[in-house]
Antibody
């Protein structure tokens, strides 16, 4: 099964931006759609958005619109999450996860069958 | 916004059956997935499409949906099952997670 390798800075200052990467180990990301999910300390999972590694099409959760940019590199081996205007509330572990999606008429089944190890970001001066 | 509600915690004795609920409006008309997250680890898919198990997941874990509630059942609970469990569904182009349930095996 494909494994996702994540990397990014540990500590960032308030007001700054952070860019986290997610790449597939030993292969390209296409044709997958990757989602970003974060988890604040001791809290639950929060969905941030998705990006299709082949087309670059993306959708951001309404909660993060204006602050999150999702992008991919030209070789489609790595996707990136950039989060701007950081506050202490953005201290969290950020995960990329691969989508598996099936459509059954009006019903949509979507789940995540593989997750990265997570990138811990601490926002602190 | 769409919400999925889970109990914050469930306790079970070893060998007994644990049930974790996930409630949401019209949940019977959505596919539900479940994830297990042990401390310090990434979430792990344990149930998808309401009641399907990935091949590596033991058949002690099962799930069902009735009305507005999805239920994850762990039979013959073992110490290794102690973890946080999250339900997840798709609603209007967005992914929604339940708040999570901490399963304690006493």
């Amino acid at each position: 099964q494909v494994q996702f390798v994540q990397s990014g800075p540990d500590v960032v200052k308030p007001g700054a931006s952070v860019k986290i990467s997610c790449r597939a180990s030993g292969s390209t990301l296409t044709p997958n759609t990757l989602h970003w999910v974060r988890q604040n300390p001791g809290q639950g999972l929060e969905w941030m958005g998705w990006i299709n590694a082949a087309t670059g099409h993306s959708k951001i959760s309404q909660r993060f619109q204006g602050r999150v940019t999702l992008m991919k590199d030209t070789s489609a081996t790595t996707v990136f999450l950039e989060l701007s205007s950081l506050t202490s509330d953005d201290t969290a572990v950020y995960y990329c996860a691969r989508e598996v999606i099936e459509s059954f008429g009006e019903l949509l089944s979507l789940h995540f069958d593989s997750w990265g190890a997570g990138t811990r970001v601490t926002v602190s001066s | 916004s769409y919400d999925l509600t889970q109990p914050p915690s469930v306790s079970v004795s070893p060998g007994q059956t644990a049930t974790i609920s996930c409630s949401g409006e019209n949940l019977a008309y959505k596919y539900v997935s479940w994830y297990q997250q042990r401390p310090g680890q990434s979430p792990l898919l344990v149930i998808y499409k309401d009641n399907k198990r990935p091949s590596r997941i033991p058949d002690r874990l099962s799930a069902s949906t009735s009305g507005n509630t999805a239920t994850l059942t762990i039979s013959g609970t073992q110490a290794v099952d102690e973890a946080d469990y999250f339900c997840q569904a798709w609603e209007s182009t967005s992914v929604v997670f339940g708040g999570g349930t901490k399963l304690t095996v006493l």
